[in-house]
């Protein structure tokens, strides 16, 4: 299973980055920047990440459940063996899974609000001690 990053959250680092670009269109010809090239170098430097994440968001899923394993956050992210998953703790939305010494958060604001019920079937499925306090029972 695939869940996908919130169509808002893609879209927010899109406008940051298009908002720069037209901040540095406008510094172009209003300020004459590129005599500047410190100044120009940095402002790339400032858009730069929000293209990054933006067409990382798209590229990669924010959690996928396959194979026995769990990934949040793509290549770059955490992932957990299902296999090995002892407690979930369900606090604020968000789901925190713990195996022996490792913890994963799954955040829900992180993806669509249709995918939580699916999410939370996955988790079920597992062979796992649920608790929905702040804490994980010892």
Request: aromatic share 16%; charged share 20%; with cysteine.
């Amino acid at each position: 299973m695939k869940i996908a990053y919130k169509k808002r959250r893609i879209r927010a680092s899109l406008f940051v980055a298009l908002l720069w670009i037209s901040w540095i269109v406008i510094e172009i010809f209003a300020f004459d920047l590129l005599s500047n090239r410190i100044e120009f170098i940095g402002d790339l430097l400032i858009l730069m990440p929000f293209f990054v994440m933006y067409f990382y968001q798209m590229y990669y899923n924010y959690l996928t459940i396959e194979n026995d394993q769990i990934n949040v956050g793509g290549p770059l992210g955490k992932s957990l063996v299902c296999s090995e998953v002892t407690q979930i703790r369900k606090y604020a939305g968000d789901y925190f899974l713990k195996a022996g010494n490792k913890e994963l958060k799954i955040s829900s604001q992180m993806m669509d609000a249709d995918s939580i019920p699916l999410v939370e079937d996955e988790l079920k499925k597992l062979n796992a001690e649920w608790s929905y306090s702040g804490v994980f029972a010892n």
